[in-house]
């Protein structure tokens, strides 16, 4: 497992991104200018054009068909499917206590609501007062309904059963985060009709959870799309490469389950 040691934002602002890439936000797309079987150029909605050699979308699929071109060619039927699939949610709690409640990096947990508990205080190498908790709920369909409180009032109860420091612990900050649309929620069959990195436009590559990354719909997964979008990056630009990191070795346990 690896888990990062500072926020996304420092890891995004740090210094290896800002001397390999070009980093700009609040600069939402509008459409992809086509032409030749082809993309010119990128066109955001403030009217300028981003043109590139090669481009790689990691946008859910739906995003992806506002952009494209109407109507979509037949070659593009695949992204249509996308759009009937449900999403599932993921809520993120957010806790910071007056005083440490535990000395666990992070933890998973069983028969709960609670599904992941962070550290976050440890995990960036902050363990001094107050002490930051990250609680996570994959799937947390049963959680988007209810409010703010509701949701507090029911991990606040599992965590005291978890971890009894909570118990006496002075609560100063929570924060719930709702991703009403955090993953796509496959049916059985769905991978036959997951995409691959490479699309009808030949200067456009796909990645995204939601594409043939030979893994589920995850982070990880996510990141193995990446790895496979940049791999037809590197090819369609002449200088192949390799960037899919191999899988770890299948323990002998976990071999011994997958045939019973």
């Known amino acids: 497992m690896g888990v990062p040691t500072v926020s996304l934002g420092e890891l995004y602002a740090g210094k290896l991104l800002r001397e390999k890439c070009s980093l700009q936000l609040e600069s939402p797309a509008a459409e992809f200018l086509v032409s030749q079987e082809s993309i010119r150029a990128l066109r955001l909605r403030s009217g300028e ?11 859910p699929p739906d995003a992806l068909i506002s952009l494209l071109p109407k109507p979509l060619p037949r070659e593009w039927n695949f992204l249509e499917r996308f759009t009937n699939l449900d999403w599932s949610p993921i809520t993120g709690i957010h806790l910071w206590f007056e005083n440490p409640v535990t000395d666990l990096p992070y933890a998973a947990v069983l028969g709960r609501t609670i599904q992941w508990i962070f550290n976050k205080s440890a995990i960036s190498r902050k363990p001094s007062s107050p002490q930051y908790l990250q609680l996570v709920v994959s799937a947390s369909r049963s959680l988007i309904p209810m409010k703010r409180e509701e949701v507090l009032d029911l991990v606040l109860n599992e965590l005291r059963e978890l971890l009894p ?12 985060v709702k991703e ?47 790895y496979r979008a940049a791999e037809e990056v590197a090819r369609a630009a002449g200088n192949p490469q390799s960037f899919l ?16």
């Open 245 to 260: 990191v191999p899988d770890l070795p299948v323990a002998l346990l976990s071999r011994l389950l997958g045939h019973l």
């Open 165 to 176: 420091k909570v118990r006496d612990a002075k609560l100063l900050k929570a924060v719930v």
């Open 180 to 226: 009403t649309k955090s993953t796509l929620s496959f049916p059985a069959g769905s991978d036959d009709f997951r995409p691959g990195p490479i699309t009808p436009l030949r200067n456009l590559f796909l990645a995204g959870d939601w594409t043939a990354s030979g893994w589920p719909p995850t982070m990880e997964g996510a990141v193995r799309s990446g």
């Open 49 to 59: 054009e981003k043109p590139a050699d090669f481009f790689i979308s990691a946008i």
